[in-house]
């Protein structure tokens, strides 16, 4: 049974970016989330927040695994983070969705992922100029600010709401009407037709 989603926490990670994603994740009740590091030890995120994960990368289980979340940080433009991308290689080989935002898609094309599959980033050239083995560019969709194909989630830093969307829609949340209603209330701050007949009806 696929019930834990893992989302990777390390030193100035981007603590914002899947906020929106994890909070939908965990509405319904069916799915764990736990923070794994590349070790026990505390983190702090790019917003001062300290977190302490719950497990380390070496402990993942592949057989409950239903995602992987990378949030983007300095250490993927540094270049560090091998254990991530291993880990990352690891659980996609055994049938487990990954996503990644920002420079979190440093680790997915590190890991091979995205040769392969449409994706996107923050802007063109930006995975070329960080990952020199990078053979996706023929795949990558600059017109999206987050798109999923073939089991890897992508998107810019700039595309919160539509990584949420894609994580959503992968984790196959919702129906598909109240997963547009959701991205147009969050996005473009429309909210679903029977909210504004409420709010005529209590005027």
């Not at 070790?39 to 977190?51: Q, R």
């Not at 960080?130 to 595309?159: K, M, R, T, W």
């Not at 994580?167 to 996005?187: C, G, M, N």
Request: glycine share 10%.
């Amino acid at each position: 049974m696929r019930d834990l989603v893992y989302f990777l926490v390390f030193d100035g990670f981007a603590d914002w970016q899947a906020a929106l994603a994890l909070c939908e994740i965990r509405r319904p009740g069916d799915w764990q989330v736990q923070a794994v590091g590349f070790s026990m030890a505390p983190v702090v995120s790019m917003g001062g927040l300290t977190v302490q994960p719950e497990l380390a990368l070496d402990q993942l289980d592949l057989k409950r695994a239903a995602l992987l979340i990378v949030p983007g940080g300095h250490l993927w433009q540094r270049g560090e983070g091998a254990a991530a991308v291993a880990a990352i290689r690891r659980l996609y080989t055994a049938g487990a969705p990954v996503a990644a935002i920002d420079s979190g898609v440093l680790a997915l094309a590190r890991g091979g992922l995205l040769d392969h599959c449409r994706h996107t980033g923050n802007w063109a050239g930006h995975i070329d100029g960080h990952v020199p083995a990078y053979a996706g560019a023929e795949q990558y969709d600059a017109g999206v600010l987050a798109v999923s194909d073939g089991g890897v989630i992508s998107a810019s830093h700039l595309g919160s709401v539509e990584f949420a969307r894609e994580v959503i829609r992968t984790l196959d949340l919702y129906s598909p009407s109240d997963r547009e209603h959701w991205y147009r209330l969050f996005k473009h701050a429309q909210p679903p037709p029977w909210c504004v007949g409420e709010a005529v009806a209590m005027a």
